[in-house]
Protein backbone atom coordinates (compact mmCIF):
# COMPACT_ATOMS: atom_id res chain seq x y z
CA UNK A 1 0.00 0.00 0.00
CA UNK A 2 1.19 3.42 -0.92
CA UNK A 3 2.12 5.55 2.22
CA UNK A 4 0.60 8.38 0.69
CA UNK A 5 -2.67 6.75 0.27
CA UNK A 6 -2.57 5.37 4.03
CA UNK A 7 -1.60 9.41 5.23
CA UNK A 8 -4.74 10.29 3.33
CA UNK A 9 -6.83 8.01 4.80
CA UNK A 10 -5.99 8.39 8.37
CA UNK A 11 -6.17 12.61 7.94
CA UNK A 12 -9.47 11.81 6.61
CA UNK A 13 -10.76 9.77 9.27
CA UNK A 14 -9.29 12.69 12.04
CA UNK A 15 -11.58 15.47 9.81
CA UNK A 16 -14.25 12.55 10.58
CA UNK A 17 -14.04 12.60 14.31
CA UNK A 18 -13.88 16.27 14.63
CA UNK A 19 -16.57 16.73 12.60
CA UNK A 20 -18.91 13.93 14.67
CA UNK A 21 -17.03 15.92 17.85
CA UNK A 22 -18.35 19.52 16.60
CA UNK A 23 -21.98 18.51 15.57
CA UNK A 24 -22.67 16.45 18.94
CA UNK A 25 -21.12 19.59 20.82
CA UNK A 26 -23.38 22.23 18.90
CA UNK A 27 -26.50 19.92 19.36
CA UNK A 28 -25.97 19.81 22.99
CA UNK A 29 -25.34 23.64 23.39
CA UNK A 30 -28.32 24.39 21.05
CA UNK A 31 -30.72 22.22 22.90
CA UNK A 32 -30.19 23.78 26.05
CA UNK A 33 -31.07 27.52 24.93
CA UNK A 34 -34.59 26.76 23.77
CA UNK A 35 -37.28 28.46 25.49
CA UNK A 36 -40.20 26.76 27.29
CA UNK A 37 -43.10 26.43 25.05
CA UNK A 38 -46.39 26.87 26.66
CA UNK A 39 -49.69 25.41 25.75
CA UNK A 40 -52.62 27.14 25.82
CA UNK A 41 -53.87 25.48 28.80
CA UNK A 42 -50.83 27.06 30.73
CA UNK A 43 -51.62 30.12 29.52
CA UNK A 44 -55.23 29.86 30.99
CA UNK A 45 -53.79 28.68 34.39
CA UNK A 46 -51.88 31.92 34.40
CA UNK A 47 -54.99 33.66 34.54
CA UNK A 48 -56.96 31.27 36.95
CA UNK A 49 -53.94 31.61 39.32
CA UNK A 50 -53.84 35.45 39.11
CA UNK A 51 -49.97 35.52 37.95
CA UNK A 52 -50.17 37.85 35.25
CA UNK A 53 -50.03 41.61 35.96
CA UNK A 54 -50.68 42.58 32.53
CA UNK A 55 -50.77 41.35 29.11
CA UNK A 56 -51.12 42.66 25.64
CA UNK A 57 -51.82 41.79 22.12
CA UNK A 58 -49.55 42.45 19.44
CA UNK A 59 -50.32 40.89 16.12
CA UNK A 60 -50.54 37.16 16.43
CA UNK A 61 -48.62 37.40 19.77
CA UNK A 62 -50.06 37.25 23.49
CA UNK A 63 -47.26 38.73 25.54
CA UNK A 64 -47.75 38.52 29.51
CA UNK A 65 -45.94 40.23 32.45
CA UNK A 66 -45.91 37.88 35.35
CA UNK A 67 -46.57 39.19 38.50
CA UNK A 68 -43.94 36.95 40.88
CA UNK A 69 -40.64 37.65 38.23
CA UNK A 70 -39.47 39.62 35.56
CA UNK A 71 -40.23 37.58 32.80
CA UNK A 72 -42.40 38.04 30.09
CA UNK A 73 -44.41 34.66 28.62
CA UNK A 74 -45.09 35.33 24.78
CA UNK A 75 -47.71 32.83 23.33
CA UNK A 76 -48.66 32.57 19.55
CA UNK A 77 -52.51 32.69 18.98
CA UNK A 78 -54.04 31.15 16.26
CA UNK A 79 -55.27 32.57 13.43
CA UNK A 80 -59.23 32.73 13.44
CA UNK A 81 -59.61 33.74 9.63
CA UNK A 82 -59.20 30.33 8.74
Not at 1 to 19: C, S
Not at 27 to 48: E, H, P
Not at 56 to 76: A, I, M, P
Request: proline share 1%; charged share 25%; glycine share 2%.
Amino acid sequence: MDPKNKRTRDVAFYVLILVILLAAVYTWTSASNVSTQYQFSDIVDLFQQEKVESFVVEGSNLLLELRDSDETVEYELYDVDL
